[in-house]
């Protein structure tokens, strides 16, 4: 697979999950050249992103549906090579975060120590644990009623340790890639080398599941976890928001 195919691949997979799990509670929006999925009392989705690169004429549509839609945060994928980026920096927006889109060409299974248990989501109960447990690893919430809408389109695990949900795994398949997503570890759990085991066993079901590929989206604190399992980067994703 070129280059090229993978940078698609890792835009599709994410996309397509922000728009999977905001269309069953009505809240993705496709407008012209932008598309959006916001849910209410939810701190994801919430993102507002293009299929192709953008110029000084789109930012009036673009500041319209962000004003209309507060909390709405814009990936920007530098893979253009245009710097069209500028246009948010000139214009009010800051960065939230940067992440490393990254991939894993996908051959043989990995060894797991199997201290931990992986329960996926498909009560009530156990997305209610998720939902609560998710913002310890991350700054923002993701609804339980995102969980329970979605059972069926994505996988959400509760990671275990001696009984206890100490982590959150969400893996979300688009042809023959596996997108993983949400990988946390609560913090007082953290430096005993679980989330590399989340991670291998994430790896190990995207081979039971035929995948080709696994493609993710880093942050600085997991970026040296995921290189050392093999993954490589793509580019770059700046996600700006209105100040």
């Known amino acids: 697979m070129t280059k090229i195919d993978l940078i698609k691949d890792n ?43 953008i110029t000084e004429e789109n930012l009036p549509q673009i500041l319209e549906t962000m004003n ?44 797991l120590q199997n201290k931990l248990t992986f329960r996926r989501v498909l009560n009530e109960e156990d997305a209610k644990t998720w939902s609560d447990i998710y913002p310890l690893s991350f700054s923002y919430v993701i609804s339980k009623e995102t969980l329970i809408s979605n059972y069926e389109n994505v996988k959400f695990y509760l990671v275990h340790f001696d009984e206890k949900p100490i982590g959150t795994l969400t893996l979300f398949q688009t042809e023959k890639t596996m997108g993983i997503h949400g990988v946390g570890v609560i913090p007082e759990m953290r430096k005993k080398g679980f989330a590399e085991e989340i991670m291998k066993f994430a790896i190990n079901e995207a081979i039971d599941a035929d995948c080709e590929y696994a493609q993710l989206q880093a ?25």
Request: hydrophobic share 40%; glycine share 6%.
């Open 11 to 53: 835009i599709d997979n994410l996309t397509t999950l922000w728009k999977t799990v905001a269309s069953p509670l009505l809240s993705y929006h496709q407008n012209d050249f932008l598309e959006f999925s916001q849910i209410k009392n939810s701190g994801w989705p919430n993102r507002l992103w293009f299929r192709e690169d």
């Open 68 to 111: 209309q839609n507060p909390g709405l945060v814009i990936p920007y994928w530098d893979i253009f090579g245009s710097n069209s980026n500028e246009i948010f920096e000139k214009n009010g927006f800051n960065v939230r975060i940067q992440l490393m889109a990254m991939f894993l060409k996908l051959n043989k299974k990995l060894p």
């Open 219 to 243: 942050s600085a604190l997991g970026k040296g976890i995921y290189t050392r399992l093999g993954f490589e980067d793509l580019f770059l994703i700046t996600n700006y928001q209105l100040t």
